[in-house]
Protein backbone atom coordinates (compact mmCIF):
# COMPACT_ATOMS: atom_id res chain seq x y z
CA UNK A 1 0.00 0.00 0.00
CA UNK A 2 1.55 3.63 -0.71
CA UNK A 3 2.03 5.75 2.35
CA UNK A 4 -1.21 5.81 3.51
CA UNK A 5 -0.57 4.01 6.46
CA UNK A 6 0.74 6.80 7.96
CA UNK A 7 -1.42 9.69 9.59
CA UNK A 8 -1.34 12.40 11.88
CA UNK A 9 -1.96 11.76 15.24
CA UNK A 10 -4.29 14.29 17.70
CA UNK A 11 -3.36 12.71 20.63
CA UNK A 12 0.28 11.69 20.05
CA UNK A 13 1.11 14.95 18.07
CA UNK A 14 3.91 13.97 16.19
CA UNK A 15 4.44 15.78 13.40
CA UNK A 16 6.33 13.36 11.24
CA UNK A 17 3.31 11.30 11.20
CA UNK A 18 1.94 7.78 13.21
CA UNK A 19 1.92 4.57 11.69
CA UNK A 20 -1.48 3.57 11.85
CA UNK A 21 -2.63 -0.42 11.92
CA UNK A 22 -6.35 -1.52 10.65
CA UNK A 23 -6.18 0.56 8.00
CA UNK A 24 -9.21 0.52 5.48
CA UNK A 25 -9.65 3.12 3.05
CA UNK A 26 -13.36 4.75 3.31
CA UNK A 27 -15.65 7.32 0.93
CA UNK A 28 -16.60 10.34 2.81
CA UNK A 29 -20.09 12.22 2.89
CA UNK A 30 -18.35 14.71 0.47
CA UNK A 31 -17.59 11.84 -2.19
CA UNK A 32 -13.53 11.89 -0.85
CA UNK A 33 -11.38 8.54 -0.40
CA UNK A 34 -9.62 8.29 3.46
CA UNK A 35 -7.83 6.11 5.19
CA UNK A 36 -9.27 4.95 8.53
CA UNK A 37 -6.69 3.27 10.88
CA UNK A 38 -5.69 3.47 14.41
CA UNK A 39 -2.66 4.72 15.98
CA UNK A 40 -0.05 1.99 16.63
CA UNK A 41 0.44 3.88 19.82
CA UNK A 42 -2.40 5.17 21.91
CA UNK A 43 -5.02 3.42 19.81
CA UNK A 44 -6.83 6.43 18.72
CA UNK A 45 -8.49 6.84 15.97
CA UNK A 46 -7.13 8.37 12.97
CA UNK A 47 -8.11 9.84 9.56
CA UNK A 48 -5.55 10.69 6.75
CA UNK A 49 -7.39 12.55 3.65
CA UNK A 50 -6.34 11.00 0.52
CA UNK A 51 -5.87 12.34 -3.10
CA UNK A 52 -7.57 10.58 -5.63
CA UNK A 53 -4.64 9.19 -6.90
CA UNK A 54 -3.36 8.18 -3.30
CA UNK A 55 -6.74 6.44 -2.89
CA UNK A 56 -6.75 4.91 -6.56
CA UNK A 57 -3.40 3.05 -5.21
CA UNK A 58 -4.12 2.07 -2.55
CA UNK A 59 -7.26 0.23 -3.79
CA UNK A 60 -4.91 -1.15 -6.30
CA UNK A 61 -6.72 0.31 -9.66
ZN1 LIG B 1 -1.40 8.29 18.93
Do not use: H, P
Request: aromatic fraction near 4%; proline fraction near 0%.
Amino acid sequence: MADVTRGYCVKCRDKAGREMKDVEIVTMKNGRKAAKGTCVKCGTGMYRILSKEAAAAAEGK
